[in-house]
């Protein structure tokens, strides 16, 4: 299996991330709206993954927390 990149991982956190905020900004208006809020429980998880598999190996995104999961 091939690595990713530091560039497409970052690609991957930052698209997975636009998803999650487009969806939140759905859901505000949509509350009920059973297929995105599984869109996005699916999305955040995978956002977090993306996440984790980047500061693991190139480090922290943020100035505020450095988790290890």
């Given amino acids: 299996m091939r690595q ?3 560039s497409e991982l970052m690609a991957r956190v ?5 998803a999650c905020l487009d969806l ?3 859901l ?3 509350p009920d ?5 599984s ?7 995978q956002f977090e993954q993306a996440r984790c598999a980047y500061e ?3 480090g922290p995104l ?8």
């Fill in 39 to 45: 869109m996005y429980n699916k999305l955040s998880k």
């Fill in 4 to 6: 990713e990149s530091r």
């Fill in 24 to 26: 939140n900004l759905y």
């Fill in 62 to 69: 943020t100035n505020f927390g450095y988790v290890q999961g």
């Fill in 56 to 58: 693991s190996k190139y």
């Fill in 33 to 37: 709206d059973s297929n995105a809020v």
């Fill in 14 to 18: 930052q698209e997975l991330c636009f």
């Fill in 28 to 30: 505000d208006n949509n």
